[in-house]
């Protein structure tokens, strides 16, 4: 089984799922200490509300680093799983990334967007998501042929799933609501980092 399909769901197929509730669903279906990396804004502030695991780690002030440090972490760490969480936003200013990921290929890399088609935490303007742009596609085009939108929560609980037991470089699209977060990320870098090295077993 593979995440695309002879016809790919388009983005405007796709159910719009709660925010808090899909990052519950990913969280829950880790069970081998994967390594998860929350993009800025709500993407962590929901990862940081599902359960603060070690291996979390949570961007702060920086967009479109969740893909490239999930990446770096994949290609140092080639035995563990890992997720990049990421807001639609954010992937549009580092779509460069997906081409990079796609040419090295990690096999235990998956990517989740979370596209809920605005700039939210900046006041909510559309993004190029909203405007017609459509994220998998162009992750397709850009080389990761295993790219896919979740039709609904039932699809993405089965794509992680997957993703989580098979080999291979995986991106999930998730159309999401506007909803406000639950809580909000501590912001204490330091303490982010110091606790993620260690999550990852490269500081005791």
Known sequence: MALTANQPLRREQAKVMNRFDIT????ARLHHDEAVI??????????????RR?????????MGLAVPIAHG?????????VIALEGDGSILMQLGSLTT???????????????????????????ASELGADIVAIARGAGITQSAWAADESALEEMVDLALREDGLW???CRIDTGKPV??????????????MRGLGVKK
């Open 24 to 27: 519950q669903r990913i969280v």
């Open 38 to 51: 929350g993009g800025i804004g709500y993407s962590n502030f929901d990862l940081w509300a599902a359960g």
């Open 54 to 62: 070690p291996q979390n780690f949570y961007m702060l002030g920086s």
């Open 73 to 81: 972490v994949a290609i140092a760490q080639p035995q563990r799983q």
């Open 101 to 127: 990921v796609a040419h090295r290929a990690p096999s235990n890399l998956t990517i989740v967007i979370l596209d809920n088609g605005t700039y939210q935490i900046t006041g909510g303007q559309k993004a």
């Open 171 to 173: 991106l999930i699209g």
């Open 183 to 196: 809580d909000t990320t501590e912001r204490d870098p330091a303490r982010i980092r110091d606790q993620f």
